[in-house]
C-alpha cells in the first residue's frame, strides 16, 4: 500500500506565511523520487537568538525569519524549501551538489549536504530519506558550532565527530533530531486541521492568536518544558536518576565510537532509531499535558520540547504537569510556570509565566511542590529558596560556556523577581550572584 500523504502541504508552524512543513513535502519527495536526490539542511543557533533577544518567542521569530529568507535566495525553481523548529530543508532531485545560499547577519547558521539514494517502496524512500536528514542536520550543527570545519557533505563531517568531540559533547550530537514522526511509523498525515503536523492532537502554535483573542482576565498564561531532555534530572538530596536523558541514553554508544569500537555508520542507524523512540515518547507525553488541561483551557505547540496557551488557573496546570509527568515516571519530566492575566498585556503575563517556569528549573530534582508547576507571585519558602539558591550557585561556580549557565543569565535578568519570590534571608545570596 502507498504511504499517505498531506498535499498541498500545511503551513509550517510558527513561521511566516508560504513556509511549508518538512514533514509533508518529505513525504511527497518519497512518494514522488527514485533514484538520488540532493538533501541540504540549515539549521540555528536559536538559544543564542533567544539569549540575544532577551525573549524566547522574539527570538524566535528572528531565526525563522532568517531561515525563510535564506530560502528566499535560492532557485526555488530548482530545491523545494520546507521547515521545521529550527531547520530548514531543501530537497532537489536535479542538482548534485548544495545550492547557493547567503546567510544572513542577525542569526548564526550552519548547513550541510549530501545526496541520498532512494529506492524501494515509498515507505523505504520515506524511511531513507528521514534518516539521511537525521544525519545531514547533525553535520549543520556541528558545522554551526565549529565553523573550522570546512567540508560541507554530511559524511566526512560526521566521520570527524570522534575526532573532533569528547563522548559527552558527541552523545549530545546524536540526541539532536531533525524531522518527529508525523502521524505514525508509517509517515501518513495523521494531525486533524489545527494540529501541529508533527503532533497530532497537539494544537498549532498557528491557532494561538485566536487562543488569546478568546481569554478573559481570570484565565492564566501557562509554559512548560521537559527538564534536562538531554542528560535527566538527578535527585538533589541523594543523587538517585529520576528521568532518562536523550543524550545520556546515547552516551555508551558515543564512548564506543570515540574509542573506534564501532563505525559511523552503525552509530547513525542505532542513534537515529533511538531517537525516533523518544521523539514519539515525547509526542505523546505533549499530548498528555495538552488533553488534560481541556476543555477550559488550550496548550499550544510552540517551544519544540514545550507548550504555551492559557489555562482557567494554576490548579488546573498543576494537575495536567503531575498527570504527564507520572505517565512517563522515570523517562521525561515537564516543568510549567504560569501567570495570571488580569489587567496586563498578554506580553507582560507571558515574561512572568516564563519566570516562573525558571524558577521549576532551579528546583528539579529538589522534591519541592514548585519544581513541577509555579505560579509567578507564589513565595518560595526557606527550604525551596535554599534549593534554588544552591542551583544558581554551582552555575555561577561553574563559569560560562558550562551546561545550564544561561539559567544563571535569567536569574540576573530576572533579579527583581527573585527578590519577591525569596524570603529575605535569601536576598544577600542572591546579591552575590
Not at 500545511?10 to 533514484?35: K, N, Q
Not at 526555488?76 to 521545521?84: F, H, L
Not at 554551526?144 to 570545519?149: G, L
Not at 555508551?252 to 542507524?269: C, K, N
Request: charged fraction near 20%.
Amino acid at each position: 500500500m502507498r504511504a499517505a500523504f498531506v498535499w498541498p502541504p500545511r503551513a509550517a508552524p510558527g513561521f511566516p506565511a508560504g513556509c511549508p512543513d518538512a514533514g509533508d513535502v518529505l513525504a511527497r519527495v518519497a512518494e514522488e523520487t527514485g533514484g538520488e536526490v540532493t538533501v541540504t539542511v540549515v539549521t540555528s543557533a536559536l538559544r543564542a537568538t533567544v539569549e540575544d533577544s532577551g525573549d524566547h518567542d522574539s527570538g524566535l521569530r528572528r531565526v525563522r525569519d532568517s531561515l525563510a529568507s535564506v530560502a528566499g535566495g535560492t532557485d526555488s525553481g530548482r530545491w523545494a524549501a520546507s521547515y521545521y523548529g529550527k531547520d530548514l530543508v531543501l530537497t532537489s532531485p536535479d542538482a548534485v551538489g548544495p545550492p547557493r545560499m547567503l546567510l544572513g547577519d542577525g542569526v548564526r547558521h550552519g548547513w550541510a549536504w549530501d545526496r541520498v539514494r532512494l529506492d524501494g517502496g515509498v515507505a523505504q524512500r520515506r524511511a531513507a530519506l528521514l534518516s539521511a536528514c537525521y544525519e545531514v542536520s547533525m553535520a549543520a550543527r556541528l558545522r554551526r558550532d565549529r565553523p573550522d570545519v570546512r567540508e560541507a557533505r554530511s559524511g566526512p563531517v560526521i566521520d570527524r565527530v570522534p575526532h573532533l568531540l569528547s563522548p559527552v559533547r558527541a552523545a549530545s550530537l546524536l540526541a539532536g533530531v531533525l524531522v518527529r514522526p508525523s502521524g505514525g511509523a508509517d509517515g501518513a498525515g495523521g494531525a486533524a486541521p489545527g494540529e501541529d503536523p508533527r503532533l497530532p492532537g497537539v494544537p498549532s502554535a498557528d491557532g494561538w492568536a485566536a487562543t488569546v483573542a478568546a481569554g478573559t482576565p481570570t484565565d492564566h498564561y501557562a509554559v512548560t518544558d521537559v527538564h534536562d531532555i538531554e542528560w535527566g534530572t538527578v535527585r538533589r538530596a541523594d543523587g538517585e536518576r529520576l528521568t532518562e536523558g536523550n543524550a545520556r541514553q546515547l552516551l555508551p554508544l558515543a564512548e564506543a565510537w570515540s574509542a573506534g569500537e564501532v563505525g559511523t555508520a552503525a552509530v547513525l542507524e542505532e542513534a537515529y532509531h533511538v531517537r525516533l523512540a523518544r521523539e514519539t515518547e515525547l509526542a505523546h507525553h505533549l499530548r498528555a499535558l495538552s488533553d488534560a488541561v481541556r476543555p477550559g483551557g488550550q496548550l499550544h505547540a510552540t517551544l519544540g520540547d514545550g507548550l504555551s496557551g492559557l489555562v482557567p488557573d494554576a490548579a488546573t496546570l498543576r494537575m495536567a504537569v503531575g498527570a504527564a509527568n507520572r505517565r512517563t515516571g522515570g523517562r521525561m519530566h515537564s516543568g510549567a510556570g504560569a501567570a495570571p492575566l488580569t489587567v496586563m498585556d498578554v506580553a507582560g503575563a507571558r515574561e512572568r509565566a516564563h519566570f516562573s517556569l525558571h524558577v521549576t528549573k532551579t528546583l528539579k530534582g529538589s522534591g519541592a511542590p514548585q519544581a513541577e508547576t509555579h505560579a509567578f507571585g507564589e513565595p518560595l519558602d526557606a527550604e525551596a529558596a535554599a534549593y534554588a539558591l544552591d542551583f544558581l550557585t554551582g552555575l555561577a561556580r561553574a563559569g560560562a560556556g558550562q551546561a545550564g549557565h544561561h539559567h544563571l543569565l535569567h536569574a540576573r535578568r530576572w533579579r527583581d523577581w527573585w527578590l519577591e519570590h525569596l524570603p529575605p534571608s535569601a536576598h544577600r545570596t542572591l546579591a552575590r550572584l
